[in-house]
């Protein structure tokens, strides 16, 4: 029994993925407040605006889902009309409807459209049950594969006559959808600390890569490029660069094969002006057989830098205390996490399993009872299956406080371990 239980539910480790904290929060009970009022107050009584995400199902199922009306809604299940609210659901939003939904194998997409009113506007939308059934809505669209969260469109005067569906680019859905995706020129120009964290006051931020060198030999790795404001450049915690300037850098490193930590730590004095820096690539840096990869995989974001900050000069955590994910980086106010070049998106992490690295009174008990039979039977891979579970669960522990706190993201990771 012990070791079916283990083959049914085999490790897994938490998988990050970027959110952007322009769209939707979640409340309490762990459901969108889709609120539309906030998102669209230039819209008009009569106009519409949908509210499109998408749900990973394992098998063909039914899930129970919780709404209340802000405004008239219908919701579409893979294309298909599940729902239309009636004047008191609409008049009460206090009142909460259950909606059982089907869902089929694989990506599910989930529709709700929206009539602006003059007393309302949105719903609360998400699982009936966040004790037992958490779910997180994955952003649909061919455009921001692997980000959470919701999409929604421009106000339009008429519904649409095709319904958008997952795998369709934004454009092909003939609407405009936010939060924004993109920077603008002139952010693209300011440099990727000024666009991510603004330049505002004297302040000190880092990015954290992994260097992968892929091929042995005698001839250096060159790290070259530029940066605006002060930089420092470490490989594996030790400083090959620095200057207090902006200017041009070129570092020449000993091949390595294998994989290194690169941190840059930027800082900026004035207020104002660009800030950043831009490292070349292999080819035009003049030296091939390395490459750079993300530190931690982030599902929705193909940038190879994650970034952290901002900290009062002084008072930054050491270089060598960034390179982790289990943390919250003490920022002398709320904390900080990181963040990845794309506007007001934040990392997070999500365990994305019925049961490994999770914890609730079954599951403790469940845990109780491999532990005992693991030291009953002399069964070390029992122990150290729990041991490891529990090592998992208890590891974001700092970070799930400081989200449920809502201090930048609104949604907490807590829901996710419950």
């Known amino acids: 029994m012990a070791q079916r239980y283990i083959g049914d539910h085999p490790k897994h480790s938490f998988l990050f993925r970027a959110y952007h904290q322009g769209g939707f929060r979640r409340l309490g009970d762990y459901r969108y407040d889709l609120n539309l009022h906030e998102k669209c107050a230039e819209v008009r009584a ?73 007393v309302g506007f949105g719903g609360i939308y998400g699982t009936a049950s966040f004790k037992n059934f958490p779910l997180h809505f ?86 070259k490029g530029r940066h605006d404001g002060a930089l420092t450049l470490y490989v594996d915690g030790t400083e090959v660069y620095s200057a207090g300037d902006s200017g041009n850098f070129h570092v020449e490193l000993p091949r390595r094969y294998g994989s290194s930590d690169l941190v840059a730590k930027g800082e900026i004095q004035a207020v104002g002006g660009s800030w950043g820096f831009t490292l070349e690539d292999a080819e035009r840096s003049g030296s091939t057989g390395w490459r750079l990869k993300p530190p931690h995989p982030v ?53 994305e399993n019925t049961h490994y690295g999770k914890w609730n009174y079954p599951l403790g008990v469940t845990l109780l009872g491999l532990l005992q039979t693991g030291q009953e039977l002399g069964r070390d891979d029992y122990i150290q299956y729990v041991r490891q579970h529990i090592e998992l669960s208890t590891s974001f522990d700092r970070y799930g ?18």
């Open 299 to 351: 599902a929705g974001c193909s940038d190879p830098w994650l970034y952290t900050g901002v900290f009062a000069p002084g008072a930054e955590p050491s270089h060598a205390d960034i390179v982790r994910t289990d943390t919250v980086f003490d920022n002398g106010a709320q904390g900080v996490y990181w963040r990845v070049d794309l506007p007001d998106t934040h990392v997070r992490p999500y365990l």
């Open 138 to 223: 994955l952003t649909p669209g061919a455009d921001r594969q692997g980000q959470e969260g919701w999409l929604y469109s421009e106000p339009i005067d008429e519904p649409v006559l095709s319904l958008p569906r997952d795998g369709m680019t934004e454009e092909e859905t003939g609407l405009a959808w936010y939060p924004r995706r993109d920077w603008t020129d002139e952010e693209q120009s300011a440099g990727s600390f000024a666009r991510i964290f603004g330049t505002e006051q004297p302040a000190v931020a880092y990015a954290w890569s992994r260097m992968d060198v892929t091929l042995p030999g005698s001839t250096p790795v060159i790290l």
């Open 46 to 118: 009569g106009q519409y605006v949908y509210v499109w995400g998408k749900l990973w199902s394992e098998q063909n199922a039914t899930l129970n889902t919780g709404l209340n009306c802000y405004s008239p809604v219908t919701i579409y299940v893979n294309g298909e009309e599940v729902f239309k609210s009636e004047l008191l659901q609409e008049l009460f939003p206090e009142r909460r409807t259950q909606i059982p939904i089907s869902v089929h194998y694989g990506w599910n997409d989930v529709l709700l459209c929206f009539v602006k009113t003059e």
């Open 401 to 418: 406080l400081w989200d449920r706190e809502g201090t930048v993201r609104q949604e907490s990771i807590i829901s996710c371990l419950r």
